[in-house]
């Protein structure tokens, strides 16, 4: 994280804020393709982390986590978030290129075991 944040330093003159800070960890860490509860966002991939972070490529996304769903119409952050059959959620991701190219980004829903979440991102 302190290479993240030096790496913005440098790129920005100013250090990120903890939403921003998370958000670049986040969305730069490697898949390792198990379920979110042993890999949380995956490994931490400082390479990509500090290359995003400095300007240099690729694009991260702030508020990346999303738990679809509610408890009996309220949202608990902390607590079960239940959808049935037939309900409908949604929500938005801003997606933050902090390069001077132009990114063509392509999210997609992925519904499997885990229920993950996939950015792509090409040159």
Same mark, same amino acid.
């Given at each position: 994280?302190?290479?993240?944040?030096?790496?913005?330093?440098? !790129?920005?003159?100013?250090?990120? #804020?903890?939403? +921003? %800070?998370? *958000?670049?960890?986040?969305?730069?860490?490697?898949?390792? =393709?198990?379920?979110?509860?042993?890999?949380? !966002?995956?490994?931490?991939?400082? #390479?990509?982390? +500090? %290359?995003? *972070?400095?300007?240099?490529?690729?694009?991260?996304?702030? =508020?990346?986590?999303?738990?679809?769903?509610?408890?009996?119409?309220?949202?608990?952050?902390?607590?079960?978030?239940? *959808?049935?059959?037939?309900?409908?959620?949604?929500?938005?991701?801003?997606?933050?290129?902090?390069?001077?190219?132009?990114?063509?980004?392509?999210?997609?829903?992925?519904?499997?075991?885990?229920?993950?979440?996939?950015?792509?991102?090409?040159?």
């Amino acid at each position: 994280m302190a290479l993240i944040y030096q790496a913005y330093y440098d !790129a920005h003159g100013m250090w990120p #804020d903890y939403a +921003t %800070a998370k *958000a670049l960890l986040m969305s730069t860490s490697t898949d390792l =393709d198990y379920d979110t509860f042993t890999q949380g !966002a995956g490994s931490v991939n400082a #390479d990509r982390g +500090t %290359a995003v *972070a400095s300007g240099k490529y690729g694009v991260y996304v702030s =508020d990346s986590t999303w738990q679809p769903g509610d408890y009996r119409g309220n949202d608990y952050p902390g607590f079960a978030h239940l *959808a049935t059959p037939g309900e409908t959620y949604t929500t938005s991701f801003t997606v933050h290129n902090p390069t001077t190219s132009t990114l063509s980004v392509q999210l997609n829903d992925v519904e499997n075991d885990e229920s993950r979440r996939r950015i792509s991102t090409t040159l």
